[in-house]
């Protein structure tokens, strides 16, 4: 069984359409939670990086820890045909926004739909 | 643009040769990180320099190595590759061991 497993999608909504994404974990040595998006051909860009249970919020983005379900979600409202990508959900046992051993899910590939 | 340079875009090599693949981290940044990306085993963490010394290793196979040199660019070099180490390889840096790292878009190597 993997540390982090990720809905695999792929998933298509239409514009301005919610869209949820989903992680679980087995770990409970990871503290600390990120979400990154890759555009196709493009490196991963980190989107939101918390560490506590609870909602964060930036923009149209929201970033859902809940550690006693070892799950967490990010949340896009409104969405746009530019945030068709694929997400990555990515934990760390240690305080790092680095790179620095993260695991990371499958990914889920998302298209908004003009 | 992250600011992080890699080459080259694409390699295609046959199995058992040895490849070398290049990054350059961007401008201040003293650490930086290698990571694949195949299908089957999604993102996977190599490994992290931090101004020319070895910081971490994550799933990094015997017959891979990396360094990082004086001047902070760091090569990754794959040799005896086989089919299955055809894949996307990262270099991500960062300024320091515990800040936001930056991706490159990646050197994608196919072994035929």
């Known amino acids: 069984q993997k540390e982090v497993e990720q809905d695999p999608g792929p998933l298509s909504v239409p514009e301005g359409a919610i869209v949820s994404l989903n992680c679980t974990y087995s770990n409970s040595a990871f503290q600390y939670f990120m979400w990154y998006r890759q555009y196709s051909r493009k490196g991963p860009e980190l989107l939101m990086y918390?560490?506590?249970?609870g909602n964060k919020e930036d923009g149209r983005f929201t970033a859902q820890v809940d550690k006693s379900s070892k799950y967490i979600s990010l949340f896009i409202r409104d969405s746009q045909p530019s945030d068709s990508a694929t997400y990555l959900c990515?934990?760390?046992?240690?305080?790092?926004?680095?790179?620095?051993?993260?695991?990371f899910g499958s990914g889920t590939q998302l298209t908004v739909l003009p | 643009d992250s600011g992080v340079t890699q080459t080259p875009k694409h390699l295609i090599t046959a199995t058992g040769q040895r490849v070398t693949l290049r990054c350059s981290p961007r401008?201040?940044?003293?650490?930086v990180y290698w990571y694949q990306q195949s299908l089957d085993q999604g993102l996977q963490f190599l490994i992290q320099y931090y101004n020319g010394e070895e910081r971490a290793k994550g799933n990094i196979l015997e017959r891979f190595s990396a360094q990082q040199f004086p001047d902070l660019h760091s090569e990754l070099n794959l040799s005896s590759l086989e089919l299955g180490d055809s894949a996307l390889y990262f270099c991500a840096s960062s300024v320091t061991l515990n800040t936001e790292a930056f991706f490159g878009q990646g050197t994608r190597l196919t072994v035929v």
């Open positions: 990515a934990m760390s046992p240690f305080d790092s926004g680095s790179a620095r051993q993260l695991t």
């Open positions: 918390t560490y506590s249970s």
């Open positions: 401008s201040g940044d003293l650490s």
